[in-house]
């Protein structure tokens, strides 16, 4: 594996971790159909080459996911720390949120049911339910890690408010949010309250679901089901504008003589010595390519000019449709 300018200390635990860990989401069909066997060969591979946190959840397939992960590490659970959530529940119209404390343990119990583990090395409340108060929840989950269930917890995508609240129950290891060149919310207030509460940043879709690997030159590459499609910022309008803007990124990678998802990758992982990339793939080609972000060094001066490059400003359309935005907390 790579060197330790590359390892991350997980929040406060003192357990050590590859600043890279591997996001399951897209092997249950979420960008289009998947190889099982090929996302199983995936997941052992990553292990293989030193990824030491795989990522999971209970809505990823609604349960496929975590049967395929547990099926890929069958024999190497030890080898590894697994990150679950719970959160997302069946509804009529697609799914709804619960954070209800009773649910939690439900949830739980079923999540290591599809794991075959016996416990959950992070366990995560996808989203935050704003019908239940954060401390009801996070209450719920201490109880679980005073069971023996879960080893340490986490929230996704909650405001510094929230955050606090719920440090104020159970010390919250990680956060899981949005972080990339072209999803940079995080950086006005979030990445100093994580460092104030010492709580790691898992950054997911670090690719901006794709398009910051400039493979993606036109719409008709995204099936019928591909959930980008209802993102704004594949929208027919919008596409273009981002495809030119990663293109001047690829003109630098070629110049480095990287890939552009590498450039982007390694541009995240040299500004923040704390944050984990949570990189979702699919295939060994594209694990492969991951993977080479960990041999590249970047100065100071050329992180600002990427960052300069992807000033927010510079983004064509919003990162969600107009509904999620308003689950998302403020």
């Known amino acids: 594996m790579h060197d330790s300018f590359f390892q991350r200390q997980l929040g406060q635990t003192g357990v050590q971790t ?9 092997m249950s069909n979420a960008y289009g159909a998947r190889s099982d066997d090929e996302s199983k060969a995936v997941i052992r591979r990553a292990v293989d080459q030193g990824i030491s946190l795989i990522d999971t959840a209970d809505y990823y397939g609604w349960g496929h996911n975590e049967q395929l992960v547990a099926a890929a590490l ?3 659970r030890d080898e590894v720390l697994i990150s679950s959530k719970f959160g997302y529940i069946r509804a009529e119209k697609g799914f709804g949120i619960s954070g209800d404390p009773a649910y939690v343990g439900k949830a739980c119990d079923e999540s290591l049911r599809r794991l075959a583990t016996d416990h959950i090395d992070l366990y995560f409340q996808h989203r935050l339910d704003p019908q239940v108060p954060i401390e009801d929840t996070v209450g719920a989950m201490a109880e679980l890690v005073r069971q023996g269930k879960v080893r340490s917890l986490g929230l996704c995508e909650v405001s510094a408010k929230t955050l606090r609240r719920a440090c104020a129950v159970h010390p919250i290891t990680a956060v899981q949010a949005e972080y990339s060149l072209w999803t940079r919310d995080v950086e006005a207030e979030m990445l100093g309250v994580y460092d104030e509460l010492g709580v790691t940043l898992m950054a997911f879709s670090p690719l901006g679901r794709g398009m910051l690997t400039g493979k993606l030159r036109s719409l008709d590459q995204l099936g019928p089901k591909d959930v980008r499609r209802h993102f704004p910022r594949f929208s027919p309008e919008n596409f273009p504008n981002n495809v030119a803007l990663v293109d001047r990124l690829g003109a630098l990678a070629n110049e480095l003589g990287c890939d552009v998802a590498q450039l982007a990758l390694a541009w995240l992982l040299n500004r923040n010595p704390r944050m984990i ?17 960990l041999d590249i060094r970047l100065s100071d001066q050329r992180i600002a000019e990427i960052a300069e490059m992807f000033a927010p400003g510079n983004v064509s359309g919003d990162r969600y449709n107009a509904a999620l935005m308003q689950m998302l907390d403020k």
């Not at 590859?18 to 897209?26: I, R, V």
């Open 18 to 26: 590859a600043a890279m860990a591997l996001g399951c989401y897209s």
């Open 277 to 293: 990339a949570t990189c979702g793939c699919d295939t060994l080609a594209f694990l492969a390519e991951n993977l080479g972000a």
């Open 74 to 76: 069958h024999g190497r």
